[in-house]
């Protein structure tokens, strides 16, 4: 199974930040993944952090392609590098990280609007993400929402924790950023994009994407999304305050590619 893409996907993606791709992910890649998930919730890798409150339960992990073969062929051997390639149209991909979500059934919690590449040690513009929906999803049990546009708004927002979750500190404060404003509190003054997915489909989207997604509303179904980063070529290391420390490497010097086992080199072409 491969999906083709068209130009009207790179320009919508280059455009808005964001663009849903239909099909990508085969039946039998989902059930792979979907047993992959299951064996993280029984015995959490390394990098848990999910909590349970009066609000539900989540499940989040990252790095799981180093640990678990199921994580390691989708992230390394699936047609998504490839696709990766296409959009940024660069010469080289490589691996970033990946990323479980998990909303149990009720779970209500929203996940905050954010960026996601203040978070990362990293420099560059060719950077994005696949977040694959295991289940139907929806604004009822938490489909993603995009700021569209919101990529090129150059604006670099403070990290801050998700959850109540104790496996990740808090974030150390950047001078250079500054606090996301409060979104939530006044939607009609941005332009907010939103699909729902079939199981099997994607969001595609820029790291510079200001994102959130709303809780689970539904007693009775979860809302399973595993997220696949890459990167291309314009990428290098760099470190400063705010940083996810699981994704600092000391192999790694600032300025240096990230070609290395940590982020592996997917596809070079000279």
Not at 187 to 204: K, M, Q
Not at 244 to 266: A, F, T
Request: glycine share 8%; proline share 6%; hydrophobic share 35%.
């Amino acid at each position: 199974m491969s999906y083709t893409v068209c130009q009207a996907d790179i320009d919508a993606f280059n455009a808005d930040g964001a663009v849903p791709l239909r099909g990508v992910i085969s039946a039998e890649q989902l059930e792979k993944l979907a047993a992959a998930i299951e064996d993280d919730i029984r015995e959490p890798g390394p990098f848990f952090h999910g909590y349970e409150s009066d609000e539900g339960r989540f499940h989040g992990n990252l790095r799981l392609w180093e640990t678990h073969p199921a994580f390691r062929e989708i992230c390394l051997d699936s047609q998504l590098p490839a696709l990766a390639q296409a959009f940024f149209g660069s010469n080289k991909i490589n691996l970033l990280y990946d990323q479980l979500f998990v909303k149990e059934a009720a779970m209500g919690q929203r996940t905050r609007w954010h960026n996601d590449q203040p978070y990362w040690p990293i420099r560059g513009w060719q950077v994005l993400s696949f977040w694959i929906a295991l289940d139907k999803t929806t604004a009822e049990n938490g489909r993603l929402e995009f700021i569209r546009g919101s990529h090129r708004w150059n604006r670099w927002f403070q990290p801050e924790t998700f959850g109540k979750t104790t496996a990740i500190s808090q974030y150390e404060r950047n001078p250079e950023f500054e606090d996301i404003p409060d979104i939530e509190a006044d939607r009609a003054s941005y332009e907010i994009i939103s699909w729902d997915l079939e199981p099997g489909d994607v969001y595609l989207f820029h790291a510079m994407t200001v994102h959130g997604a709303g809780g689970n509303s539904l007693q009775t179904r979860r809302r399973r999304g595993y997220t696949i980063r890459y990167i291309g070529d314009d990428v290098v290391y760099d470190v400063r305050p705010g940083l996810s420390k699981p994704l600092l490497s000391d192999e790694l010097v600032p300025g240096q590619p990230l070609d290395s086992d940590r982020y592996p080199v997917l596809i070079a072409e000279r």
